[in-house]
Each structure stands twice: as C-alpha cells, then as structure tokens.
C-alpha cells in the first residue's frame, strides 16, 4: 500500500488486489526520521480510475467477443494489466499517532511521503493496547474484522449514557441482552423496559440461575401500596400521567393527608373518602375518575404480602439481578404509570442511599417517556446513580441533547438518509466515516463509539448470545409443520361393516 493523496484530515491509500482491507480496518503509516507512526481507519474503498484502464477493459471485452485476441504472451503483460484494473483507492481518516514508546494520541499529525512512507495494517487489538485501555470487568462483544476478540469494560458503562440504535432486525436487542446479562454476572442490578418481553427467559448458565431474573408483569407480580409509593410519587403520577387539574390536585392531597393522619392510608378508604368528601361536584368526578385510573391499572394493593418493594428485592439478590418489568399486553396509560413508579421510587431510593446504583436498559423509550423525563434521564437521575441505555430503531425519535450526552454509542446498520443525518449530527466522528461505513454493516455487525473504545470508532461483530432469549419475530412461513392440519373422515366399508377413517 501507498499513500496516493492527501486532503484536510483525509488520505488516500493506493492497495494491491491481494491486500485484503476492510470498512473500518485500521492502517499505520511509518516513514523513517519521523519520530511518530500516523493511524488511519479506512472508511471507503473503490477502484483507481485512469482512463487508459477503461480503454484496455474495453479492449478486451470487444477481442473476446470476437474471438480474436493475443494467443501468445512471453512478458505476461496481461498478467500486469489485471493487476492495475484491480488497483483499488482506500479512503481514510486520521486518527491520531502512535509515537516510538507504543502510545497513542489524537494529535501530531504530519504529511506523509509518497515515496518514503510505508503503510502496514493496524490490529484493533494493539490500536486499544496503545490507547492505554485496560480491561477490568470484561463484558465480550464479539470479534472485529480482524478476527481479534473484542470487549469493552463494565466500568466504560458505569455512571455512563449509552444508545443502541440500528434498523430493524439488525441486532440491537441481542447486544442489549448480551450487556444487560454480562453486567448482572458482575453483580449489577439491572432493570429493563421490556416492551416485547424478551429478556426474562435469559438461560441460567450465563446469569447463575433463574433467581437472578426477576420478571415482574405490572398489574400481576408488580403491584405496590399507596404508603410505600408514597405522597410525591402520587403526586407525580396525578400530574404527568392522569392530567389532574391543579384544584382537583389539591383536594386529592388533603384527602390523602387526612388518611395518613389517622393512620388508614389504603386504596379502598380512599376510594370512600371521595365519595364523602365535602367538595365541588366537578371536583369529586375528577377525582372519582383519576381514583378509578388507578384502580384500573391494577398497580396498586392493600395487601402487603402481593406488594412489591424494591430495596427488599435488590437486597434479596446480593448478588445482581436483572429485573425485568414487562411491558407487552399493557396499555398505554399503564405503561406509563409503570414507568413514573419505577423511575420515581428508584430516584427516591437512591437519593436516601438505600440502593446501590442501577443500570436502566429502555428499550423503544419514546413510546412510553414523557418530555420531561428525557432531561431527568441524561441529567439529574444519572447524577443520582440511574445510568441508562437506550436501545431503538428510531433515531430522530431521541432528543438532540440525548446524543450530545451520550458517552457510547452501539451504532447497527442504518440505510435511511434521514436516520443517518440524525445519529452523524448529534456524534463526534466525522460523517463521512458513519455514513459510509453503516451502510454496509452486515446483521448484528456495529460501530462502537465512546467511551468503551476509547473514543476510537470500532467496527465489531457481536458474538451469538449463547443463552436463551425471547424476541425473535414470529414468521408464518418458518415452520409449515406446526400448523394444524386439516383431518378428514373418509367411511370405509369392510365387509358389512362401515367404519370412519381419519385421513
């Protein structure tokens, strides 16, 4: 390989048909009295276009048609030929420089010889070693196009904003349960949105058990009592979620305040002190109707063998868990009521330190966030010790500032100009490198950007969960044998007997 040309931070890089690079690859560029080594990470590749070639293809094609050619070749020219119609153009990025000591920087970028410089692959493997990465607690990813394992650090994803994101059926959930499951293996507690219930058949082998997946179904095995939710959470939940009106509001507070006071605090004497309290009719129906909302969403019980506390399940589970809050068959309004529970009694939790910090896994966060919650999420409950990774097919469905504050993205592939234009102008890699690369991504294949990688693009392809795992789409076509098959009974007569044989 040779440097060819060189434009702002771009090199092009002249390759050999036998020199197998690929999307992604990264390359060093030596050249003697250069006390530095320049890196480039490959991000296109296409032929070398002269125009004497395009008249020896044309050439050729027209002699072969014809069957008139060159029979004998003592010099082998047309061996050469091949040759320069297979010269290949790379196009590159710089990436920084690795000096003669072994370490990588982002700066020192000089202009190389196209003479004197010479250009050898960089594995992916001693580019990360050179960053000075170390693993601690190793999470595996996968492999990269180098066929060198790849993995990241549990602490990269600690206190950290992460997103997943790709088109559909790239391989954005099973990554998600990959990091979800291998955190859960290093003692974290993670709970997942699950909104197409996939995670809580995680097998036990990779998680040590069954007992380390805790699936709760809001309305079934996650339901709360109004003390343990307590009167800010309620109030929260009125505001945000059931649109109370701020007189309405006031009264239900009084009412609660009333109950509490004489230690009778229940959703059943609730419901009775609304139907006698002294207050406008309009009152008493918007409160009658927000009180059945709740009652309905069967999140809520006065029964405290069926109801759930969070800090006595994370204790339970000394070691980790993954609690999956499953969120299929539920409604809209349930869904979010879920959500503002789990999300204000966490933060409540955590703010008193009853709880070690959490890792939050949101899987399609825009159906079920309200506005508000997005700045709480990247902000104010990060601070507090929820650390999120949001996982969606929807790009331009993340707010702009979810992208600036992000520290890793898992980027899977994109074809939409529109969903490209979203994730290059919120990420701090160049666009040509995303655009070009993305597109070509194979399934379960991604660009890893941030944080875990040193803020070194990284193409990886992410190993085969090796553990059991919900999610897959169901297809009509995938299995014939499981269809019922019609039965017909046909009379059959045997002598004077007739007997119905299913057929």
């Given at each position: 390989?040779?440097?060819?040309?060189?434009?702002?931070?771009?090199?092009?890089?002249?390759?050999?048909?036998?020199?197998?690079?690929?999307?992604?690859?990264?390359?060093?560029?030596?050249?003697?009295?250069?006390?530095?080594?320049?890196?480039?990470?490959?991000?296109?590749?296409?032929?070398?276009?002269?125009?004497?070639?395009?008249?020896?293809?044309?050439?050729?094609?027209?002699?072969?048609?014809?069957?008139?050619?060159?029979?004998?070749?003592?010099?082998?020219?047309?061996?050469?030929?091949?040759?320069?119609?297979?010269?290949?153009?790379?196009?590159?990025?710089?990436?920084?420089?690795?000096?003669?000591?072994?370490?990588?920087?982002?700066?020192?970028?000089?202009?190389?010889?196209?003479?004197?410089?010479?250009?050898?692959?960089?594995?992916?493997?001693?580019?990360?070693?050179?960053?000075?990465?170390?693993?601690?607690?190793?999470?595996?990813?996968?492999?990269?196009?180098?066929?060198?394992?790849?993995?990241?650090?549990?602490?990269?994803?600690?206190?950290?904003?992460?997103?997943?994101?790709?088109?559909?059926?790239?391989?954005?959930?099973?990554?998600?349960?990959?990091?979800?499951?291998?955190?859960?293996?290093?003692?974290?507690?993670?709970?997942?949105?699950?909104?197409?219930?996939?995670?809580?058949?995680?097998?036990?082998?990779?998680?040590?058990?069954?007992?380390?997946?805790?699936?709760?179904?809001?309305?079934?095995?996650?339901?709360?009592?109004?003390?343990?939710?307590?009167?800010?959470?309620?109030?929260?939940?009125l505001t945000s979620v059931l649109e109370t009106p701020d007189v309405s509001l006031r009264e239900f507070l009084r009412i609660w305040d009333n109950l509490e006071s004489q230690d009778m605090l229940s959703l059943s004497r609730f419901g009775d002190a609304i139907r006698t309290w002294k207050c406008n009719g309009f009152v008493r129906e918007a409160l009658s109707s927000r009180y059945y909302a709740l009652v309905g969403s069967r999140l809520f019980t006065d029964n405290d063998d069926n109801a759930v506390t969070i800090e006595e399940s994370i204790a339970?589970?000394?070691?980790?868990?993954?609690?999956?809050?499953?969120?299929?068959?539920?409604?809209?309004?349930?869904?979010?009521?879920?959500?503002?529970?789990?999300?204000?009694?966490?933060?409540?939790?955590?703010?008193?330190?009853?709880?070690?910090?959490?890792?939050?896994?949101?899987?399609e966060a825009q159906l079920y966030l309200r506005e508000t919650s997005w700045d709480d999420l990247v902000t104010r409950m990060r601070h507090y010790g929820i650390f999120t990774t949001f996982i969606t097919n929807q790009p331009d469905a993340l707010r702009n500032n979810v992208y600036r504050q992000a520290d890793n993205i898992f980027l899977f592939n994109f074809t939409n100009e529109t969903d490209l234009d979203s994730i290059s102008n919120a990420s701090t890699v160049d666009r040509d490198t995303l655009r070009a690369i993305v597109k070509t991504l194979p399934t379960r294949s991604c660009v890893v950007l941030g944080r875990t990688v040193n803020e070194l693009p990284i193409v990886a392809r992410v190993s085969p969960l090796g553990l059991t795992a919900l999610g897959e789409t169901r297809l009509f076509f995938s299995d014939r044998t499981k269809i019922p098959q019609l039965l017909l009974a046909v009379p059959k007569t045997n002598g004077n007997q007739t007997r119905l044989s299913i057929e």
């Open positions: 390989m040779k440097v060819l040309t060189k434009d702002s931070d771009g090199i092009s890089v002249l390759a050999f048909p036998d020199e197998k690079v690929n999307l992604g690859d990264y390359l060093l560029v030596h050249q003697v009295g250069q006390r530095e080594s320049l890196v480039l990470q490959v991000y296109e590749e296409g032929y070398l276009e002269l125009n004497s070639v395009t008249e020896e293809i044309i050439r050729e094609e027209l002699l072969s048609i014809t069957g008139e050619g060159i029979l004998h070749d003592p010099h082998d020219v047309s061996h050469v030929s091949r040759i320069i119609r297979d010269l290949r153009v790379l196009g590159c990025k710089t990436r920084g420089s690795i000096a003669q000591n072994g370490s990588f920087s982002m700066g020192s970028i000089w202009l190389p010889s196209r003479a004197e410089s010479t250009i050898s692959s960089l594995s992916t493997h001693n580019l990360l070693k050179a960053s000075g990465r170390k693993l601690g607690h190793k999470i595996d990813i996968g492999t990269t196009g180098d066929e060198h394992e790849f993995s990241v650090n549990a602490e990269d994803l600690d206190g950290c904003l992460s997103i997943i994101t790709g088109k559909k059926g790239s391989g954005k959930s099973h990554l998600a349960k990959l990091l979800a499951s291998q955190l859960v293996e290093h003692g974290a507690y993670v709970f997942v949105f699950d909104v197409n219930d996939e995670y809580h058949a995680l097998a036990p082998e990779t998680i040590e058990g069954k007992s380390k997946v805790i699936r709760w179904k809001p309305g079934d095995s996650l339901r709360f009592t109004l003390p343990y939710i307590g009167k800010s959470s309620i109030s929260n939940l339970a589970h000394p070691r980790g868990g993954l609690f999956c809050i499953s969120l299929k068959r539920s409604g809209y309004s349930t869904r979010r009521l879920t959500i503002e529970i789990i999300l204000s009694k966490i933060l409540e939790l955590l703010e008193r330190s009853a709880i070690p910090p959490v890792f939050l896994f949101a899987e």
